[in-house]
């Protein structure tokens, strides 16, 4: 089912040095006329192959597997057994890529033949040596275990000789594959992606392959092993589990990205961005050592790999204990540059960014870093210009800087923040959607805490731009331009009174009708306010169909009983306004006031009371002048 890597008998004659006992080693390039007369490689008539030396790899990769699994049940001598264990592993990883069927010998081709048996000769050799430190590590094994070692400082000198010993061997297979060529674009042959419905060791294999082209292959093998790998982590997320559990594959990652090969770079900052966008593997990352890489990518990679850089470093800033990770390594300081030279950068760069430096606001010592390295005024500047995605995120950097810190809040309307944003909602300006919706916000969370503030936008403009949108805008930014102009109202009261003089009220009442109970609600609570205002109530009680339609609708029967505290309001503030007290008086929906009043709510029976008392002196002044 599975293609393996190229035989190793099919290499170049290359050297391997695999220390066993005694400290012998075996020479690979050592030739057949080295060899004494008598050696049977010397023979014309060459054997058939066996299969020993696959049953004996076979057998050494069973062997490591089993002592990897026993070494975590050992309790003593931890540190060294978790070295041990990772020799061991990487020893595997090699044993299992040369694992394939020796090849038939050509008697027709004495050279390949002489070649073939000498390449047979020098892996049963290596293996055989390595058998032996393998047997070593087995019987240190079950001693830690059943703690049967004369003293610690003996036993610590054994490991630390049995380390040595791995660290030869891996460095010995390694050599095969370096120096012999093993892994190149043009002898190696691919192992099949797993297909649907695979098991999880055939996934694990898999990606084990990709790790050791990635660790040991030449920069062709390198490319296409990382592009496999993101095709399969973006194609299932298993995969990226399996990524991550494999710890050393992220920390190749994390060093790949400083490559300097575009491509290479390219494809680690993908595969890394992929996996930033689990939450459960972010500290995985953290731990491998990406941000210092990243940064790096942003300071000198391809666009690309930059793309994939700043998203990461997003995701992973998104838990403020990274904050200090990132500006350890410089980060802020490159961040702020991107952004002050957006005008040399590539715009898709500029946005991201500012949405990093978000991230970092809550930590105070970088956001007062960043105040001091002109971060509000850049912001300003790219809001000025016409890069949607850098509007976005300079404007939602800009509130976050200013949440809750009226200096700062300050000193962005200072620097000419809150024209910027003013302009990009004038319906005369030709900006998207997107970038109308985030400068309202913006205005919002910077503008409507103070009257000086709001006095400001009125001075812009600002309040006969959103009510062109409420009137003639479509449906998405009709919406934002209600509910901006619903938390205006409730400013200040000189914003009422300007709001009411140039026609709010009759748009509010439009949304008393809406179909979305939020859209009814919140209109009916803006009127509610507008007419505390006596010079707005007077207005409204112009219009008969205004009053007519609130009495309508607090009619339980209409389903309108949520909105009832707000046009109860509406109707307890006209009630104090004689032209109005009496047109609510003869209307023909009075007695939905009364039936409320009836049921007990407290404003509707002010309203009655008001209309009653009202009455009563109509009646008193007929009376008087009869």
């Known amino acids: 089912m599975r293609k393996r890597l190229p035989k190793l008998n099919e290499l170049q004659p290359c050297k391997i040095e695999v220390e066993e006992e005694g400290s012998k080693r075996f020479d690979c390039r050592r030739g057949p006329r080295e060899q004494k007369s008598n050696d049977p490689e010397n023979s014309r008539n060459y054997p058939s192959p066996s299969t020993t030396g696959e049953d004996d790899i076979r057998r050494l990769i069973d062997d490591i597997e089993s002592i ?6 050992i309790r003593v001598f931890t540190i060294k ?11 595997s990883m090699f044993l299992v890529a040369a694992e394939t069927p020796l090849p038939r010998y050509n008697h027709n081709d004495n050279n390949v033949n002489t070649q073939n048996l000498h390449q047979h000769k020098c892996l049963s050799e290596a293996v055989a040596a390595i058998s032996g430190t393998v047997r070593v590590c087995r019987d240190l094994a079950n001693r830690c275990i059943n703690v049967s070692y004369s003293g610690k400082l003996l036993m610590q000198s054994e490991l630390d000789r049995v380390i040595s010993k791995l660290d030869f061997a891996v460095k010995g297979v390694t050599d095969i594959y370096n120096s012999s060529g ?5 002898l190696a042959l691919v192992v099949l992606k797993p297909g649907l419905g695979s098991g999880r060791e055939d996934m694990r294999f898999y990606v084990k392959d990709l790790w050791t082209r990635l660790k040991i292959g030449d920069t062709q093998m390198k490319r296409q092993a990382l592009v496999s790998l993101n095709e399969v982590i973006t194609e299932d997320e298993k995969y990226v589990k399996i990524v991550v559990e494999m710890g050393d594959l992220v920390i190749l990652l994390a060093n790949c990205l400083d490559s300097n090969d575009c491509c290479i770079q390219e494809q680690c900052a993908f595969a890394i961005a992929v996996v930033s966008g689990f939450d459960s593997y972010k500290g995985v990352l953290i731990v491998s050592g990406v941000i210092g890489p990243l940064i790096r990518v942003l300071e000198k990679g391809s666009l690309k790999a930059k793309e994939s850089a700043i998203r990461c470093l997003e995701k992973l800033t998104e838990n403020g204990d990274n904050a200090w990770a990132l500006s350890a390594h410089g980060g802020v300081t490159v961040l702020l540059n991107l952004c002050s030279n957006y005008e040399q950068v590539d715009v898709e760069l500029i946005g991201p960014a500012c949405w990093v430096l978000r991230n970092l606001v809550g930590v105070e010592e970088i956001k007062r870093f960043m105040i001091e390295g002109d971060a509000i005024s850049v912001c300003v ?6 890069d949607e ?6 404007a939602e950097f800009l509130q976050s800087m200013a949440s809750g810190d009226e200096n700062v809040r300050q000193l962005v309307i200072k620097e000419g923040g809150a024209r910027a944003l003013a302009r990009i909602v004038d319906p005369k300006s030709n900006y998207s959607f997107k970038s109308r919706e985030s400068a309202l916000k913006a205005i919002e969370n910077l503008c409507y805490l103070s009257v000086e503030s709001v006095n400001m936008l009125i001075g812009y403009g600002f309040m006969d731009q959103i009510l062109y949108f409420l009137r003639k805008g479509d449906t998405s930014i009709q919406e934002l331009a209600f509910k901006s102009a619903c938390r205006l109202c409730g400013t200040s009261e000189d914003a009422r009174k300007s709001m009411g003089d140039i026609g709010f009220m009759a748009e509010f009442v439009k949304f008393l009708e809406a179909k979305s109970y939020e859209i009814r609600e919140m209109a009916a609570e803006a009127l509610s306010i507008m007419v505390l205002v006596p010079k707005n109530r007077k207005k409204f009680a112009n219009d008969d169909h205004n009053i007519g339609l609130i009495l309508q609708l607090v009619d339980p029967k209409e389903g309108n009983s949520g909105n009832f505290k707000f046009l109860l309001s509406i109707i307890l503030s006209l009630s104090s306004c004689n032209h109005a007290r009496r047109k609510i008086a003869h209307s023909g929906y009075v007695k939905n006031i009364e039936n409320l009043a009836d049921a007990g709510v407290s404003d509707a029976k002010k309203i009655v009371r008001k209309l009653s008392a009202n009455r009563f002196r109509n009646m008193l002044n007929g009376i008087w002048h009869s």
């Open 389 to 394: 995605l850098g509007q976005i995120g300079a």
């Open 182 to 186: 093993v892994v190149t674009g043009d």
């Open 81 to 91: 057994w978790q070295l041990i264990r990772k020799k061991l592993e990487e020893l």
């Open 381 to 386: 500047r790219i809001i000025k210009g016409r």
């Open 68 to 73: 990897v699994t026993l070494s975590h049940t």
